[in-house]
């Protein structure tokens, strides 16, 4: 057995699973959430507990306020997880953990409670990459094969990369400023209409003209894979200040100008990266696009219809598990364990983790 500088143990062989629980906890945001999965990828229970209210008022996530949830609220959702999936904890054979990245105050929250019940109960304890869990869940739910093109789009994160096998992840592009979900909620924000920002603007858009406004697609030029929306949240900014007063429709039209660009950017990058992908896997036709953003059908259809003429398909979880979810840790958990792979209780938590440095 070896170890490394991630706290990651290995073992040089597979192991073989059969009949295997993991109970997975993801407390990296907001968000906190249980659940628990076996060997066939059934999901025995899924608990998540939403803070939405609590941050609403603020219009975005306040950290320690997180943190201090997550303290209160994950030993219960254990508890009716457990009960929900008809077990005892005895019978779960991994604890597996978002160890990063996310706000540290909850990510500190989720691995030292998931250490401790590893510990107790002479349990594996998985650390698992937040990213990563949004990376795999696509695999779980699809059945799809290594390797595959991933959109990673998110609060915090826009990313495009190639999952070429488990533990190997080569980023292609990813964003130099603000993510494409941060954007949504920013823009949400500068108009008034609530928390979080990306499915009400996505409501908003639908009554909307998406060409009303013209705004600014940053870093769209070929050979460039790495996003910027930071410009395009302050042209947002300069229209609405430009508009004495604004109705229901400049927000709609604003709210479709928006999320057209958006997609425009996108899909321009998705197209640029296929380039390089198909180069280096000429066999493989899989784009997946997972995490928050995923969740916008608007996006979803846009880039669906760019990929599927060029004789590729486009994959993504169910919307309940695009968002931040403990079915995807526990997932990546499962992974992990198939093939030898889990933490020691040296393990850090993370505020920052990025993909491509995930120690197999």
């Known amino acids: 057995m070896n170890n490394n ?19 997975g906890i993801e407390t990296s945001c907001d968000e906190t ?40 609220f994950l030993p219960h959702l254990i508890e ?16 597996a953990t978002t160890g990063g990245p996310g706000l540290i105050g909850g990510v500190i929250v989720g691995v030292m409670y998931g250490k401790t019940l590893a510990s107790c109960m002479n349990k594996k304890f998985i650390a698992i990459n937040h990213l990563e869990g949004h990376a795999l869940v696509p695999k779980m739910t699809e059945n799809i094969e290594y390797p595959y093109l991933l959109l990673l789009v998110s609060g915090g994160h826009c990313q495009i990369v190639m999952i070429e096998e488990l533990g190997k992840y080569s980023i292609i592009g990813k964003t130099i400023d603000d993510a494409a979900g941060e954007a949504f909620d920013k823009v949400a924000k500068l108009l008034n209409l609530g928390y979080p920002g ?25 050979g460039e894979h790495n996003f910027s929306f930071s410009g395009l949240k302050t042209a947002v900014r300069n229209q609405i200040n430009k508009l004495e007063a604004i109705s229901e429709q400049d927000k709609a039209d604003i709210c479709a100008s928006f999320q057209y660009t958006v997609s425009e950017i996108i899909n321009y990058k998705i197209l640029q990266a296929l380039n390089l992908f198909s180069a280096k896997f000429p066999d493989s036709k899989n784009v997946v696009i997972s995490g ?69």
């Open 5 to 23: 500088a991630n706290g990651i143990e290995s073992c040089s062989k597979c192991v073989l699973i059969i009949n295997v629980i993991v109970l």
């Open 33 to 72: 959430a249980v659940a628990i999965i076996n060997s066939n990828n059934q999901v025995l229970s899924n608990k998540l507990y939403s803070q939405i209210d609590l941050h609403k008022k603020f219009g975005g996530v306040v950290p320690e306020i997180a943190a201090r949830s997550h303290v209160e």
């Open 80 to 95: 009716e997880a457990i009960d929900d999936a008809k077990i005892t904890l005895e019978n779960i054979d991994a604890i």
């Open 198 to 222: 990306g499915p009400i603007v996505e409501k908003y858009a639908k009554k909307g003209n998406e060409k009303a406004f013209e705004f600014p697609k940053p870093l769209l030029k070929n």
């Open 292 to 360: 928050g953003v995923a969740a916008n059908l608007y996006l979803r259809q846009k880039l669906s219809e760019n990929i599927k003429n060029l004789g590729y398909k486009l994959f993504y979880p169910p919307i309940d598990l695009c968002t931040d979810n403990a079915v995807m840790i526990a997932y990546a958990g499962m992974e992990r364990l198939k093939n030898g792979y889990y933490s020691n209780l040296g393990f850090e938590p993370k505020s920052r983790w990025n993909l491509d440095e995930i120690i197999y």
